[in-house]
């Protein structure tokens, strides 16, 4: 394959987005109904990209695993969702909101898609109120906003701590007129296992029937992933259990590049691990650190309860380390501090690997009324979680895998490197960098779906005007459904003794220990060896009961646990390759004498697109060299 052509459009950058609207091809209401389009996800990419091509007129399936849209992962998100308002007066602007992105990224990131996320996030919230999200308001009725970590302003507007679950509830009223209407037809309960090319192009998908187990061909001029991020494959993580990176990865495999995998990113404020059993860890909201500040007892070993320690005794690290940020510095330098702490034997509680979130000076300023308004339903949930009560003691909190920046190479118009294939929200690279701001994901997703997507779309879908629908019958809808159904067969066959779960969290140990927030490449190295041998052990101790003719969900867990083992290669590969400290990639060899990331510009500021080369090949490395017309490269700093 040639050079990356990421479609960047010329002129200054606060034009670009506007001239490409311009002078994209559109496509008459008439012909849109004769166009389909495959959308799979019903996150809040995916349902906003539906209901918005519906709403065009696209004939438009869509796709989900979940018995409803509405248990897709973005009802998890908690704290917020970014846009460049102002209405604090505060001085931000659309430049600020791109300049904080690009930065906190660490200054890698496309300009062009950073700044076009910024200038839609408005829209988003204006959007969203017009469907009636109960975002907070002020006393006087104004919309409030309060800040997230690694900016200076206040720009996140939030609905308490359940802003994923309002939104997404928007976005599914607006996609149920839509099913209503007859434009999207819904097909929950459904895995996609394969992605169908025909003369090169994407050109539909083959799914499972989670229900009954039926193998289904769906055919579309254009099929969409947003299917969410990969963070589930260190096992514990913020994710839901299903989370999973199946379907990017079997596009990865047809052909789309696969960008900046190592690129996870490590939430600081999770509740800990609390027992060897648990699948998931829990989540608390970034947004606790405006009011709540984070300590540990400043005598190594001290296990004291934290209400017995007196105020000198305390170390506010974040505080201490950053004064201009405080306990608001980006997540991956949260999560590293943490990390530090911990290592260094300051940790709190039984485990040690926990420091102290305290909310008592905010109560005690403020009243505890103002903070049960902002914080109350996340302290309802901790205190259900842990039998401790936030009013009365600190919250205990640890980082936890969470979020990827990594994703499938998309260009300006989402489009991936398979014509036809787009994906959108965390399914793809392109906005965030190595690191990711607090409340940024649900202006991504909601700006992909809502404004970009239907936008670009038909750049590609006019010339499939006169087209016609697209035959399933064809021999390559044949060819992936055999592929599809053998894997099937492949994965029951092996009659092992070990689970897929078992695998799954032995993998995730691996990737949490050598490639989770801290990398050297020693443990890279010793990461590929293990990952090769359990994957080994995987295809030949492998234990799925039942058959491939019924609901299964082990059956399901195999298929994606087999993903993962390949996939984490790949992540491994790319931290090796990238010889610097990025954002939340923080290799222990590249670093400043203070401890922070040291990045390498000279020789690494592009995003990393892996080929896939075949089974058991190596994958290739394509580059996209970052330009950066409108910042300067500088070192990231937060003191």
């Not at 960008?259 to 027992?275: E, G, R, Y």
Request: aromatic letters at 10%.
């Amino acid at each position: 394959m040639g050079k990356l052509d990421s479609k960047i459009p010329e002129g200054p950058l606060s034009q670009k987005w506007t001239r490409y609207k311009s002078s994209a091809r559109l496509i008459n209401p008439a012909n849109r109904k004769k166009l389909e389009v495959i959308v799979v996800g019903t996150g809040l990419s995916g349902a906003a990209a539906a209901s918005a091509l519906g709403e065009l007129g696209y004939s438009v399936k869509n796709f989900c695993y979940q018995d409803s849209p509405r248990r897709a992962h973005s009802v998890a998100a908690q704290g917020g969702i970014n846009a460049a308002k102002n209405y604090q007066n505060d001085g931000d602007s659309t430049y600020r909101l791109f300049y904080d992105m690009i930065k906190g990224g660490d200054f890698r990131s496309r300009e062009a898609n950073v700044y076009r996320a910024a200038e839609v996030s408005n829209q988003v919230i204006d959007h969203f109120t017009a469907m009636g999200v109960p975002f907070a308001r002020d006393y006087g009725g104004t919309l409030d906003t309060r800040s997230f970590g690694g900016v200076q302003v206040s720009r996140t507007f939030y609905a308490k701590g359940q802003t994923g679950q309002q939104c997404l509830l928007g976005c599914y009223s607006s996609l149920s007129r839509q099913i209503k209407k007859g434009s999207v037809v819904m097909y929950p309960r459904r895995e996609m296992l394969e992605l169908v090319l025909a003369g090169g192009k994407a050109r539909g998908i083959i799914a499972r029937n989670l229900i009954t187990g039926a193998i289904e061909r769906h055919s579309a001029h254009a099929v969409v992933l947003a299917t969410g991020g990969y963070g589930t494959i260190y096992y514990l993580s913020t994710l839901a259990v299903n989370s999973n990176a199946s379907a990017a990865w079997k596009a990865h495999r047809k052909g789309a590049f696969f960008a900046n995998p190592s690129f996870i990113q490590i939430h600081p404020t999770s509740v800990p691990q609390l027992n060897r059993f648990q699948s998931k860890l829990t989540l608390m909201s970034e947004s606790l650190r405006n009011d709540g500040r984070i300590w540990v007892p400043a005598v190594k070993g001290d296990k004291r309860p934290p209400n017995s320690i007196p105020e000198e005794e305390r170390d506010y690290y974040l505080e201490r380390r950053y004064p201009a940020f405080g306990n608001l510095v980006p997540r991956d330098v949260a999560s590293r501090a943490a990390k530090e702490r911990c290592d260094a034997g300051y940790g709190v509680g039984e485990t040690g690997l926990a420091v102290n979130l305290d909310f008592r000076d905010a109560i005690k300023k403020q009243g505890k009324k103002a903070i049960e308004n902002k914080y109350g339903n996340l302290f309802e949930m901790y205190k259900t979680i842990t039998g401790s009560d936030p009013y009365e003691e600190p919250m205990r909190i640890y980082p936890a895998g969470h979020y990827t920046m990594g994703g499938l190479w998309v260009d300006y118009e989402l489009m991936t490197t398979i014509p036809g294939l787009y994906a959108i929200g965390e399914a793809n690279f392109s906005d965030h960098g190595a690191n990711r701001l607090g409340a940024s994901s649900l202006m991504q997703a909601a700006g992909d779906g809502y404004f970009v997507l239907p936008a670009t779309i038909s750049n590609y879908l006019a010339d499939d005007i006169s087209t016609g629908k697209i035959d399933t019958s064809r021999p390559e809808f044949e060819e992936a459904e055999r592929a599809s159904v053998e894997r099937l067969h492949r994965l029951l066959s092996i009659k092992g003794k070990h689970t897929a779960s078992s695998f799954h969290r032995r993998l995730g140990k691996i990737m949490w220990d050598y490639c989770g927030m801290t990398r050297n490449e020693e443990g890279l190295k010793k990461a590929l060896t293990l990952i090769h041998d359990l994957r080994n052990e995987f295809w030949n101790d492998l234990r799925v009961p039942g058959s491939v003719n019924e609901l299964n969900q082990e059956l399901e867990k195999a298929g994606r646990v087999a993903d993962y083992l390949e996939m984490a290669g790949l992540l491994v590969n790319d931290a090796l390759a990238r010889k610097e400290s990025c954002g939340a990639h923080f290799r222990e060899e590249y670093q400043t004498p203070d401890g922070e990331a040291l990045r390498n510009d000279a020789e690494y500021a592009y995003v990393s697109a892996w080929e896939y080369a075949g089974e058991d090949k190596p994958h290739i490395l394509h580059r996209e060299e970052l330009k950066f017309e409108e910042v300067e490269l500088k070192v990231r700093s937060y003191k």
